[in-house]
Each structure stands twice: as C-alpha cells, then as structure tokens.
C-alpha cells in the first residue's frame, strides 16, 4: 500500500521513460508492491533507440525480484536461454605461481563448515606460515563450478546454495514486459521528445513523438546512459569515478555454446588492456572485452579479443560500446528517480548493475511509504544509494589495485592506483600489516557491500601473500585444519548436486 502520498481514492500515477532491464524491472517491482489499485504504471520506450542489450550476468538477489514479482524459474528461464551461475572465476590476473586463478562465491549457508578453516590459513598465511589459502579450495560452490554442476541440491540435502544467473538480456527485457502488462502495466512505444518542468524544479509532463502529452505524479528515469530525465533535463551531476575505474569501453562477440556441456560460472580473464567475460548461455556463449581506451584502440581491442577467443580468421561482427562509469549526485530529485544505467554504472566485472537496480528501487518504495517527498526521506534515500555505489566501487578498484601482473602500462598504472577511497585505503593497509581484517570490515560496517570471504578471497586469490621461500613452516597449533577432511567433505556434498547441463533440460 502507497500509505500518504496517495491522493484520497486516485491511483498513484507513475510514468517509466525507459524500456530495457531497469524500466521493466522496476515497473514489475512497482506492480508487485503497489497494485493496481495504489498505482497506474505506464512504461515509455523508444522502439527506435533500443535497449543496451548486455547485463548476462546477476548477483544472487536476482533470484528474490523474480521471486516478488511471481515467476517460477521453469517460467522465465528457458524463455530467456537462462542458465544457473555458481560465482564468478578470474583468470590472468596473477602471475605469482600457484595464484593464476580464483573463484569468488556467493555466500551460502554449507560455507559456514569451511570459512573457519579458510580465515585460520588466510590469516597465518600473511603472518608468514606456509599454509594453502588459495579460495578455491574451501568453498563447495568453486568445487560445483569447476565439475560444471547447477547449484540445485537434491530434495534430501539440507542447505540451499546462492546463486546467480546468466541469461539474454533481450530476452528478458521481453519476459519482464509481458509479465508487467499481464499485471496491468501499461505500454507506449514513443519516444519522449521534451521533458517539461514546473517553476519549482518538478517534472511536469513528458511530451511524445506524435504529440501526446504525459503527466504522472512520479516519473522514473531509465532512459540509459543518457539520462533524460535525472541528468539532461534537471541538471543533476554526474560524479564520474574515471579516477580510480579506468575502463571506459567493451567490445562484445558471441560465439557458439559449447558442445556437451555447460559452465555454471561466469569467467573473467584479464588480457592487456581490460579483462573478457565468458558467459555460458543455453545456445551460445557472450564474450566481451571491457577495456581502457586510454591504453588500446577499438580495433586493438577487437583483435586482441578475437585471438583470445581464436576468431582472427571469423568476419561476424563485434560491438563496440562506450561506458560511463559513476554515479549521479542524488538518484531521487523531487518527483523523480533514477535508476539503471540513467542513475551510475560500474563496470561489470562482479556484474552488479542490475542488483544496484533492484536495491534501488525496493529502498526508495520503502522509504516513499514512510515519508512520501518529505526532504530528509529522500536526502536518507541518496545517501544509502550513493554508500552503495561507492562500496561495490571500492571492491572493483581494489581487483586492479591487488591483481599481480605489470606486463603493461595498463596493469602497471592500475596496481599502482594511489587514487583510492579512505575505506578501500584502510581494507589494503589493514591486509598488507597483516591486521585483523574482520574487525576492520566490522568497523567500516561495509560487509552489506561484500562480506569479509570476499574481501580475503579476493586478496588472497591474486597471492598478496608474502613470497613463498619466505615462509615459516606451521607450528603443530597452526595445521588446526586438515585440509584433506574439507576436501572430502566438499566431494561428498557435491554428489548431491547434478550435472548444469542436464538440469537445465529438465526446467
Ligand atoms: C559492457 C556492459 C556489460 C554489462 N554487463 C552487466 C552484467 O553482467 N550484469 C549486470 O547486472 N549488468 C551489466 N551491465 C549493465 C546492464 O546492461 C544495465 O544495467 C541494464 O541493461 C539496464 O540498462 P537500462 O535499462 O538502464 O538502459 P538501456 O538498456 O539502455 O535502456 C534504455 C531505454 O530507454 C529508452 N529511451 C532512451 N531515450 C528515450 C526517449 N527519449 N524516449 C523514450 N524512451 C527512451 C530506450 O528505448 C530503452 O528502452 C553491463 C553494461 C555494459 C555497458
């Protein structure tokens, strides 16, 4: 229920410029909360200018906005060419030995049996002591990705696996708006020629391609990296993070699935400008190259992505895109929010824009609830959002500030990053004199952006350990945890758990 800022018996009405995954992700979450009855929807997409078309890859809260919102995954995945995503791999990014590669995966219930053991070694292994810290092997979800098994557990084994998805992000464009419309979500295909706003700042009305003028209590800006609303037509800043995430582009070229089976991981491979994503979908695999244009040429890039997936002989085209990566100062003005691509990007590298989207959206219904456009509801609002942004960028930084490798100018220039939050400075500061990562973490109370395994895992994964013949050899007290039991334990667990590929046939 829209409690106080409904007008006695009217539906709220509220107009989304913007028909790709954030319009329609928000209209279906607006729908799902508000109801026909609070509030009269109607999303406003330019046929014409498109959609972005990538964002293949989710976060775990993905699963819970298809959960509001009513569909089963047997509805919406085999519609969207979905598949199952057990955490996200990085590959290249270290050259010390024994580190060319690491899992990060989403926090579940089981890891709890093996992160003891996992912080115990990581910590003694910065203390000097030759303990095995590599991620991988205390996280059953790393062991599902690598045997390419879906993070489905059969009926009798007692903990639910996290994860995330990757699907066509047309696709489901095109389910989330037929399942809005079917929940009484209306539809115009136009474009919005001019945004007009009142004396106080307010948007007052939207005028259409053809001439038809829309008004709304509340407008939703999702029109992209262009921003009408938010950044073009009320001026809101666009604060640029260009200081510290120095990719600026991708290149995109998909290749065929893979024959026989099915990676349940999203793979991100660091080449000499940027890194390639691998998602597996059901019928082909997305690749793209996210890259810095300050280092490399478009054409560079493509080539260089082209060799990497061994295409330098195939002519289909690539796509080539610019990014804009930061954020705006407020991302709720007044009578209007936005949100998706409009309202900040980071680059994908954990692909968390489309959770940005969904937090977005579910903190400002609560807080329109409480407050409709009370001031301090709102500036609370922005805050929060803002925090948001600043704590996933942090955690993105910090990849290029700790990856191991110095073979270019490009990975030179980002190890050696000085431009760094006070919050990611005191993380790397803690780390590197071996202090007590928990209660840093705890302290900045940042653990709603990443948790702790996932600050050491991303850490330890790229070997920021001190080198090996400088190690100690462990005291008896220090091989606490027989690492052979956890690799037993996470064998047998896994025999609960079945092949990605054939489980996505039975959807
Ligand atoms: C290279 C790259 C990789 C990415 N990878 C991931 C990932 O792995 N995971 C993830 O979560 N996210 C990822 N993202 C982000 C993700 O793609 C977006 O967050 C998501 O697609 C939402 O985009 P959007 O709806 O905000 O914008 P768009 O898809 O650009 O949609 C904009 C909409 O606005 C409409 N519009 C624009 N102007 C007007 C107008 N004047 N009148 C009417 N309509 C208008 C257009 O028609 C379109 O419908 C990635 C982004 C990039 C650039």
């Given at each position: 229920m829209i409690s106080e800022p409904v007008?006695?018996?009217?539906?709220?009405?509220?107009?989304?410029?913007?028909?790709?995954?954030?319009?329609?992700?928000?209209?279906?979450?607006m729908a799902a909360r508000w109801g026909a009855r609070n509030a009269r929807i109607t999303v406003i997409e330019a046929p014409d200018i498109g959609i972005v078309g990538v964002g293949e890859g989710s976060t775990?809260?993905?699963?819970?906005?298809?959960?509001?919102?009513g569909a089963e995954e047997a509805d919406w995945m085999p519609k969207c060419n979905a598949t199952y995503k057990n955490g996200i791999?990085?590959?290249?990014?270290?050259?010390?030995?024994?580190?060319?590669?690491?899992?990060?995966?989403?926090?579940?219930?089981?890891?709890?049996?093996?992160?003891?053991?996992?912080?115990?070694?990581?910590h003694y292994r910065r203390q000097g002591f030759d303990l095995d810290a590599n991620p991988d092997r205390f996280f059953l979800s790393a062991y599902l990705a690598e045997q390419r098994l879906a993070p489905k557990p059969a009926h009798q084994f007692p903990f639910d696996m996290a994860y995330g998805y990757h699907f066509d992000a047309y696709l489901v464009g095109a389910f989330l708006r037929d399942h809005a419309k079917s929940t009484g979500v209306s539809h115009i295909e136009a474009k919005v020629n001019h945004v007009s706003v009142t004396d106080d700042g307010e948007i007052a009305s939207l005028l259409l391609e053809g001439g038809e003028t829309i008004t709304a209590d509340f407008f939703v800006d999702s029109t992209g990296f262009r921003s009408l609303l938010m950044q073009e037509t009320l001026g809101v800043k666009f604060l640029s993070f260009n200081e510290n995430l120095r990719n600026d582009s991708a290149v995109v070229l998909p290749t065929p699935a893979t024959a026989g089976y099915t990676n349940s991981q999203t793979k991100a491979t660091a080449l000499k400008n940027g890194w390639v994503w691998d998602i597996p979908l059901i019928n082909r695999t997305g690749n793209g190259y996210v890259y810095s244009s300050h280092y490399c040429s478009p054409d560079d890039a493509e080539t260089e992505l082209r060799a990497h997936l061994d295409m330098l002989d195939d002519v289909s085209p690539a796509r080539h895109l610019k990014m804009k990566v930061g954020q705006v100062e407020k991302h709720w003005r007044g009578n209007c929010l936005a949100v998706g691509l409009s309202q900040g990007f980071i680059e994908p590298l954990e692909a968390t824009a489309l959770h940005l989207v969904q937090a977005t959206v579910e903190k400002f219904m609560s807080a329109f609830e409480k407050g409709g456009f009370a001031n301090t509801n709102e500036e609370h609002f922005n805050r929060d959002i803002s925090a948001r942004f600043e704590g996933v960028r942090d955690y993105i930084v910090c990849h290029y500030r700790a990856a191991r490798r110095s073979d270019t100018d490009y990975w030179q220039d980002n190890t050696a990053n000085t431009n760094l939050s006070d919050s990611l400075r005191r993380i790397l500061d803690c780390w590197f004199s071996r202090g007590d990562l928990k209660k840093e973490i705890a302290e900045q109370d940042i653990s709603k952006y990443y948790s702790?395994?996932?600050?050491?895992?991303?850490?330890?994964?790229?070997g920021n350990y001190p080198e090996a013949e400088k190690l100690k050899t462990p005291t008896p007290e220090l091989t606490l945890y027989n690492l052979n039991i956890n690799d037993d334990f996470i064998r047998r667990c896994a025999l609960n758990f079945s092949d990605h590929k054939s489980f996505l046939s039975t959807l």
């Amino acid at each position: 229920m829209i409690s106080e800022p409904v007008k006695s018996g009217e539906p709220f009405k509220i107009a989304i410029v913007g028909g790709g995954t954030a319009g329609w992700m928000t209209a279906n979450l607006m729908a799902a909360r508000w109801g026909a009855r609070n509030a009269r929807i109607t999303v406003i997409e330019a046929p014409d200018i498109g959609i972005v078309g990538v964002g293949e890859g989710s976060t775990p809260q993905l699963k819970a906005f298809f959960k509001t919102i009513g569909a089963e995954e047997a509805d919406w995945m085999p519609k969207c060419n979905a598949t199952y995503k057990n955490g996200i791999s990085f590959h290249g990014w270290s050259d010390r030995p024994g580190y060319d590669h690491y899992f990060h995966p989403f926090p579940s219930p089981i890891d709890l049996h093996t992160t003891p053991a996992f912080y115990f070694n990581s910590h003694y292994r910065r203390q000097g002591f030759d303990l095995d810290a590599n991620p991988d092997r205390f996280f059953l979800s790393a062991y599902l990705a690598e045997q390419r098994l879906a993070p489905k557990p059969a009926h009798q084994f007692p903990f639910d696996m996290a994860y995330g998805y990757h699907f066509d992000a047309y696709l489901v464009g095109a389910f989330l708006r037929d399942h809005a419309k079917s929940t009484g979500v209306s539809h115009i295909e136009a474009k919005v020629n001019h945004v007009s706003v009142t004396d106080d700042g307010e948007i007052a009305s939207l005028l259409l391609e053809g001439g038809e003028t829309i008004t709304a209590d509340f407008f939703v800006d999702s029109t992209g990296f262009r921003s009408l609303l938010m950044q073009e037509t009320l001026g809101v800043k666009f604060l640029s993070f260009n200081e510290n995430l120095r990719n600026d582009s991708a290149v995109v070229l998909p290749t065929p699935a893979t024959a026989g089976y099915t990676n349940s991981q999203t793979k991100a491979t660091a080449l000499k400008n940027g890194w390639v994503w691998d998602i597996p979908l059901i019928n082909r695999t997305g690749n793209g190259y996210v890259y810095s244009s300050h280092y490399c040429s478009p054409d560079d890039a493509e080539t260089e992505l082209r060799a990497h997936l061994d295409m330098l002989d195939d002519v289909s085209p690539a796509r080539h895109l610019k990014m804009k990566v930061g954020q705006v100062e407020k991302h709720w003005r007044g009578n209007c929010l936005a949100v998706g691509l409009s309202q900040g990007f980071i680059e994908p590298l954990e692909a968390t824009a489309l959770h940005l989207v969904q937090a977005t959206v579910e903190k400002f219904m609560s807080a329109f609830e409480k407050g409709g456009f009370a001031n301090t509801n709102e500036e609370h609002f922005n805050r929060d959002i803002s925090a948001r942004f600043e704590g996933v960028r942090d955690y993105i930084v910090c990849h290029y500030r700790a990856a191991r490798r110095s073979d270019t100018d490009y990975w030179q220039d980002n190890t050696a990053n000085t431009n760094l939050s006070d919050s990611l400075r005191r993380i790397l500061d803690c780390w590197f004199s071996r202090g007590d990562l928990k209660k840093e973490i705890a302290e900045q109370d940042i653990s709603k952006y990443y948790s702790l395994t996932s600050w050491i895992c991303l850490l330890g994964g790229y070997g920021n350990y001190p080198e090996a013949e400088k190690l100690k050899t462990p005291t008896p007290e220090l091989t606490l945890y027989n690492l052979n039991i956890n690799d037993d334990f996470i064998r047998r667990c896994a025999l609960n758990f079945s092949d990605h590929k054939s489980f996505l046939s039975t959807l």
